[in-house]
């Protein structure tokens, strides 16, 4: 089974787009180790998500004890749930292909987000493991973003100039021979995610930056679904994880899943309705 299959068989099997990023700041938990804050979590949500994102900087900071405490957490998520390596890598060929052995053979994951900066070489290493998938980089939800992604730019691939983050989508499209490659999109950035969702009407979408940084989660779903009310995950951390700082943490964290998934399925419906009307209409 590859990524994609996987994402759509748990993502129909819970009936959500939800994804919760496992990244766990001792600042802001509950007085309980990391591993075990990430297995309750787990254990509470696991019905509710289609992915799970754990962060690698939350694990890194926390030293060796952290990458112990990011194994141990690997082992308790469900094997039929795909998990996302949030690590954005991206460097020289040669120095990719161990980032992309190390995050696929090694730790195991499923996915990993990776930084396009570099060009494809430095992205092929981890495209050539065709059942794993690969998230580019797009249109992220942080407010430096505009910095370089919204810079209009003149290529081959486009006839007049577009905004950078519109070239790296139609390169991901040319490079995604094996059908493993999605792209982050912030929810902060609806615009850009209803350009990308048009550009890019099959690809696989992460879609980070609802909650806390303050994207929307109506315009995330109804921008980032494909035609079929699929293939958006959306990327919740803090909103969930920090549901209740108290010993009750998990079955907070549980409320607040499902809750999300409520509002998500909602949105769901109502984009896959506009989409059966607008097909009805040019038939």
């Not at 754990?54 to 694990?59: G, Q, R, V």
């Amino acid at each position: 089974m590859d990524f994609i299959e996987k994402l759509l068989k748990a993502s129909r099997k819970n009936n959500t787009l939800l994804c919760i990023g496992l990244d766990p700041d001792p600042l802001l938990m509950p007085d309980v180790e990391v591993a075990e804050f990430n297995r309750q979590i787990i254990e509470a949500t696991k019905d509710l998500v289609c992915a799970y994102k754990p962060n690698l900087a939350f694990y890194e900071v926390l030293g060796i004890d952290g990458l112990i405490a990011l194994e141990k957490t690997l082992t308790f998520i469900p094997g039929d749930i795909p998990v996302i390596a949030d690590a954005k890598r991206g460097d020289i060929g040669n120095t990719a292909r161990k980032y992309a052995q190390a995050l696929f053979e090694i730790y195991g994951f499923d996915a990993a987000t990776v930084n396009p900066y570099l060009g494809h070489d430095s992205l092929e290493p981890f495209m050539d493991y065709t059942d794993r998938g690969i998230f580019i980089l797009c249109n992220t939800s942080n407010a430096g973003a505009a910095d370089f992604q919204q810079l209009r730019c003149r290529s081959d691939a486009a006839k007049d100039a577009v905004p950078l983050f519109e070239l790296v989508a139609m390169k991901a499209a040319e490079w995604n021979v094996h059908r493993n490659i999605g792209l982050v999109v912030g929810a902060t950035q609806p615009r850009s995610l209803r350009r990308v969702r048009q550009l890019c009407p099959d690809m696989s979408l992460l879609i980070p930056g609802i909650g806390a940084q303050g994207g929307e989660l109506s315009s995330a779903v109804q921008y980032g679904v494909d035609a079929n009310g699929e293939k958006a995950i959306i990327n919740c951390s803090r909103q969930v994880l920090y549901a209740s700082k108290g010993k009750d943490f998990p079955s907070a964290a549980r409320l607040e899943a499902a809750r999300l998934r409520e509002q998500m399925n909602q949105q769901r419906m109502i984009a896959t309705e506009s989409t059966e009307k607008r097909v009805g209409c040019r038939g």
